[in-house]
Nanobody
Framework: QVQLVESGGGLVQAGGSLRLSCAAS????????MGWFRQVSGKERESVAA????????YYLDSVKGRFTISRDNAKNTVYLQMNSLKPEDTAVYYC?????????????????WGQGTQVTVSS
């Protein structure tokens, strides 16, 4: 049974930082593209970042470039999202997801497995 478990969310002031983690089990982690998405109630799920199986390639949403960094540790079956210079508009539920191909990595419909999400709230 595949499980993706996010952690690290919380409440932070604007300009602050958070590090999200997503621990994977039940799959060969190194064979999966990993993505981070976020969703605000009533809006579509939005791709924030993605990282290839080896970690050599990454994708970022334009609005988070230079502030967020995605990384992975295949030995620990974990993907991370370091979020710096947080803004109130970053407030959302953040999800990690796994996909088997590095294709259209910002399309949530391509991802097979999803975590339960972790809330990130940035106060102004």
């Amino acid at each position: 049974q595949v499980q993706l478990v996010e952690s690290g969310g919380g409440l932070v002031q604007a300009g602050g930082s958070l590090r999200l983690s997503c621990a994977a089990s039940g799959l060969t982690f190194s064979r999966y593209v990993m993505g981070w998405f976020r969703q605000v109630s009533g809006k579509e799920r939005e791709s924030v970042a993605a990282i290839s199986m080896s970690g050599a390639s990454t994708y970022y949403l334009d609005s988070v470039k230079g502030r967020f960094t995605i990384s992975r540790d295949n030995a620990k079956n974990t993907v991370y999202l370091q979020m710096n210079s947080l803004k109130p508009e970053d407030t959302a539920v953040y999800y990690c997801a796994a996909d088997q191909l590095w294709l259209v990595v910002n399309d949530p419909n391509r991802y097979k497995y999803w975590g339960q999400g972790t809330q990130v709230t940035v106060s102004s």
